[in-house]
């Protein structure tokens, strides 16, 4: 597979460890690294040294953290240090002999533009890989960080032109909005969701006893995991073996509002809490499961995006149930490839899983129909042709 040498740097996420953004930029650089002439590394913009080291290489791929344990006051205090590092970060990793591209996950927003400008004025082309509308950002979260991010957010988004050479986007909403801003002046791949097939050796492998269901993710008001604990409420006491797993992570109000709920159920005993797993545990666990369960709330910013753990669930060729929000009915059709729910309905959510309790034949086939989808449109090896095309026309 040969081709222009491209020296691609990726920055703007954890690494080596961390959730969806990370996951989702381990497949795209994964992809590119198969290309002959195509050398990838990491550079971090900030993250905490007691998740992952400073800097080091995973898998072949060398990083570097700009900002170590920089988070949030300290970020502010250490600023003006911060972004002359930027400087000497773009010019440790920028080659003569390549074209040299940088793929920032997320929209420019104030933390990223001072390295996106280093490496414009280096020679670098930059692609920003939008995954969320910055315009529906603010019900991630109330903190006043949140709320100051998702304002640069908007700011530089309407100057997109003057920054980036390339987009990547995860929805059809987003490709669409994004032409809008733009003007039509940047070229815009829809890149979807991603996942790794070879993580799910053995997918579709029957279900085990108990039946679980399986929750992992975020915690954010937009992901409904009330709506899905109000359902497991209704469904346990209908199937007393019925068990509920989730994991991950969300800010603290969220979490303790969510496992206040959890302690206040008629079935805690059932209901396990694994919290933030690396992903060797939290792939053991996807696995283990009966039902992985993707909700949503109604909501604009639901349906401009597109749900990373998506692609995963269905890879496992486990019957998936899952809201019909953005894209989702773009690549399945309700009980043909996954079981679709109406977003923020609870007894939508319950009908499905039911569904799958009592007919599970039916519910087999319909993991591994899920799978092969998973398959034919999410692995990231089938992603790398239009990914590495994109990129060498720039």
Known sequence: ???????????????????????????????????????????????????????????????????????????????????????????????????????????????????????????????????????????????????????????????????ADGLFVISSHLHGKMQAVTGGRIPIL??????????????????????????????????????????????AARYPSLQLVMTGRGEPGRMRAVLSRVAQSAFAGRIRYAGYLDDEQYYRELMRCTIPCMTRTESRFANAGFPFKLGEYLATGKPVVASNVSDVSRYLKDQEEALLTEPGSVESIVRAIEFVLENPAQASRMGRKGREVALKRFDYSSQGPALYQFLSGL
């Not at 913009?45 to 290489?57: D, F, H, K, M, P």
């Not at 929750?215 to 109000?230: C, I, M, N, R, T």
Request: charged content about 20%; glycine content about 8%; proline content about 7%.
């Open 1 to 163: 597979m040969s081709g222009p040498r491209l020296n691609i740097v990726f920055t703007g996420f954890c690494f080596p460890h961390g959730m969806a953004s990370t996951r989702r930029q381990r497949h795209t650089l994964s992809a590119l690294r198969a290309y002959d002439g195509v050398s990838v590394r990491v550079v971090v913009l900030r993250q905490s040294t007691q998740e992952n080291a400073r800097s080091g290489v995973d898998d072949g791929v060398p990083y570097d953290t700009i900002g170590p344990d920089l988070l949030r006051l300290r970020f502010l205090i250490a600023s003006p240090l911060f972004f002359r590092r930027c400087r000497s970060a773009i010019r440790a990793v920028h080659r003569e002999d390549a074209k040299n591209i940088l793929i920032v996950n997320g929209p420019p927003k104030f933390e990223n533009v001072p390295l996106v400008r280093h490496a414009r004025r280096a020679g670098f082309k930059t692609v920003f890989d939008v995954i969320e509308d910055p315009d529906q950002e603010g019900c991630m979260s109330s903190s006043i960080w949140n709320k100051a991010t998702v304002l640069s957010s908007r700011y530089y988004a309407r100057r997109l032109p003057g920054l």
């Open 190 to 235: 829809l890149h979807p969701i991603s996942m790794d097939i070879s993580r799910f050796a053995g997918g579709g492998a029957a279900p085990p006893v108990p039946a679980t269901l399986f929750y992992g993710g975020s915690f954010a008001v937009k992901d409904g995991v009330e709506h899905l604990l109000d359902a497991f409420e209704t469904l």
